[in-house]
């Protein structure tokens, strides 16, 4: 099982960010697909997920209406768009499958002016 994240970076708050995860070794249209991230100080938190065949994605409260969770099972990517980023969304965000124990490198989100 391999899981690469991408997108992350510097954005200004209200900005906006797309975040990818690239997925292999696994039947990826099989099973849901969750980001989580860990800002420093805080436990893990999860922060999205979204079915194997669709469905009404989940989120965290603090985020609904700002981000989306999609897939794309031809491509093997999950991916997370955040909009409208604040104070509370700094963290190194990753994905999983909702199986087994297994992560990415993670990738970074600050929010500074």
């Known amino acids: 099982v391999r899981l690469v994240e991408s997108g992350g970076g510097l954005v200004q708050p209200g900005g906006s960010l797309k975040l990818s995860c690239a997925a292999s070794?696994?039947?990826?249209?099989?099973?849901?697909m969750s980001w989580y991230r860990r800002a420093p100080g805080k436990e893990r938190e999860l922060v999205a997920t979204i079915g194997s065949a669709g469905g009404p994605p989940t989120y965290v409260d603090s985020v609904k209406g700002r981000f989306t969770i999609s897939r794309d099972n031809v491509k093997d990517t999950v991916y997370l768009q955040m909009n409208s980023l604040g104070p509370e969304d700094p963290a190194v965000y990753y994905c999983?499958?909702?199986?087994?124990?297994?992560w990415g490198q993670g990738t970074q989100v600050t929010v500074s002016p």
């Open positions: 999983k499958a909702n199986f087994g124990d297994h």
């Open positions: 070794g696994f039947r990826f249209s099989w099973y849901d």
